[in-house]
């Protein structure tokens, strides 16, 4: 986004200068996904943590360890989506940062090691970004929706306290209360109530080359290895879902610290009865306090699960569209302000992608300020103004070198082209500054 290596070294001088935070930097964005979210009666927000790694054979300041070989850290996002099909990304309305300083373990811990009164441990990143998103939440309903890392009693626990609503992809080895057993012990005797075809995105996944014992098993060991696991690439595809619900009580864990001894919560089971052969077979256990009185309801649910993965193009958008991991700053507190800058780049090129999918035909100004239209047009010396949506997005793809003719842009281009105009916006504010005298503030 810069042009001399004088506006460059700047740019790192801003992100490294200890009087800037990277909560003040993103807080306006924040603060504008808020008003955006009040503007519709109903978002889910979208909780995930990815790592961001850092190549190189100097050591940055402040960085740890990640889960794979390199140094870095992590982001915790909790992202706003419209509900429906098109998935229109409101924002980000949370971030967290943390590292590590010790690789964490892949061998499973008794249940003492996970000492639920450490205040420093990671999983209380999730009741955080829970507790601050409902903290700042007026006028306007939203899901919590979470993937398999946030199945925890306290935190459940406390979305109850704070009545949140959420959706929650479970363990079926939880406990119930009364003796009850396990999630797994009713599975098999929910009956399909519906069924519902999903189409499955590309990406890799895990898959267990063997199960845990079950645990009536008396002679197992308090705890074991984890089973080994095979890293394979599950291709896009379309898949029939059976789908049934039930309603349990989970009993509190002895480590956790909610004053609640049990909690009532929904269950959703989705299943696919008959993959294709060779293929992993979907097997989603939702834990939630949304309604499964009707079909639709049970629907509802399950598409708004499915929401969850728009979270996962966003860090494409991040890591490849603002090739963020690729930045040359120096310590982790450079990065991290770096990060909230192109925290909403990012929402910004994966806004630009939805809403030019959902609906191709809407104006450019739903994507694009009117002068980074007239920029664009001006640029690549288009003979009429931009008049879509699908319009904008090729425009900027093209800025960034793709060919129309090669099909649909994809982040890179995407992202380059994108920097490419913001390059040229701050040119012509500059220009204008100048010329009026004055402060300009684009629209």
Known sequence: MVE??????????????????????LAPHIAATFRRAGEVPLCLVVHDTTEFKFSGQAERHGLGMLTSNGQGFFGHFALAVVPGAARIPLGVCGLERFTRQI?????????????????????????????????????????????????MFDLMSL????????????????????????VEDILSRIHPQTTREAQLSRKVVTRRQQTIQPRADKKRKPYAPRPKQRFFTREQRDAVLSIGATTVEFRRPQTAQSARKSIEINIVYAWEASPPPGEEPVDWVL??????????????????????????????????????????????????????????????????????????????TSVLSVTQLQLLQHRLKLRKPLETAQQALFAVARLGGHLKSNGDPGWLSLGRGFEKLLLLQSGWTAAVDHLLGEDVIDD
């Open 4 to 25: 001399s290596d004088g506006e460059l070294e700047g740019i790192y001088r801003l992100f490294g200068n200890d009087g800037v935070e990277a909560e003040a930097v």
């Open 103 to 151: 690789r964490k373990s892949t061998v499973r811990k008794p249940h003492s090691y996970y000492t639920s009164q450490d205040p420093s441990r990671e999983s209380l990143r999730w009741h955080r970004l829970l507790q601050t998103v409902e903290d700042q939440r007026k006028g306007f309903e939203c899901i919590h929706v979470m993937d398999r890392e946030a199945d």
């Open 159 to 182: 979305a109850l306290d704070l009545d949140a609503r959420f959706i929650i992809r479970g363990d079926k080895e939880r406990a119930l209360a009364n003796e009850a057993g396990l």
């Open 287 to 364: 834990f939630t306090t949304e309604s499964i009185d009707t079909v639709a309801a049970l629907h509802t649910v399950i598409e708004h699960y499915q929401s969850r993965w728009i979270i996962e193009e966003y860090f494409k958008a991040l890591k490849t569209g603002c090739a963020f991991e690729k930045r040359q700053l120096e310590s982790y507190h450079s990065l991290s302000n770096g990060l909230a800058v192109f925290a909403v780049v990012a929402w910004r090129l994966l806004l630009l992608r939805a809403v030019s999918r959902s609906s191709p035909d809407a104006t450019p």
